[in-house]
């Protein structure tokens, strides 16, 4: 089992995983990297669309991505002019974040036991790894029919 993070003196953050840990956590963000691949909207077929890089409008239908990317709007139709511009750059971001998880997953070193990884967080992509480690607990939970705290109790 893993430990709570430990700040270090330069600025860094460690945690000792299980490699157990380490392989469902990589398993998990490679699995959302795929349902955020799985899901794109389909490129537009306007040039004018396609150069300013615009979604469609519909929201998605699986229930996951509709939780990573709600509604912005309550009126349908502003709802979807505001994803049109905003969901494939949301998308690219919840990507990287993602990313920078795997990467720092696939640099853990090993620890002082055989089956323990030292995983390091650099100050500066804390904030990426948190996002998507957000993104992975909403998607569980969706995923699990988690609406609110409690729901899990048994």
């Known amino acids: 089992m893993g430990t709570a993070f430990r700040r270090r003196r330069n600025g860094t953050l460690t945690a000792t995983l299980h490699v157990g840990e380490v392989d469902l956590l990589r398993n998990l963000v490679s699995q959302l990297l795929e349902l955020l691949a799985d899901g794109e909207p389909p490129r537009p077929s306007d040039p004018l669309e396609q150069e300013l890089d615009l979604a469609s409008a ?3 239908t699986d229930p996951v991505l509709r939780r ?9 139709s502003s709802a979807g ?3 049109r511009y905003t969901e494939r750059g949301l998308r690219d971001t919840k990507r990287r974040n993602a990313l920078v998880v795997l990467d720092a997953l696939d640099r853990a070193d090993p620890g002082r036991r055989d089956d323990d990884r030292t995983v390091t967080v650099d100050g500066r992509d804390a904030e ?3 996002r998507a480690l957000t993104d992975l607990r ?7 029919g988690i609406e609110q705290d409690g729901d899990g109790d048994t």
């Open 58 to 60: 519909d929201p998605p």
């Open 81 to 83: 002019d505001f994803r």
């Open 68 to 76: 990573l990317f709600p509604d912005a709007y309550a009126e349908e």
């Open 138 to 144: 909403l998607a569980l939970g969706t995923r699990l």
């Open 128 to 130: 990426a790894r948190l």
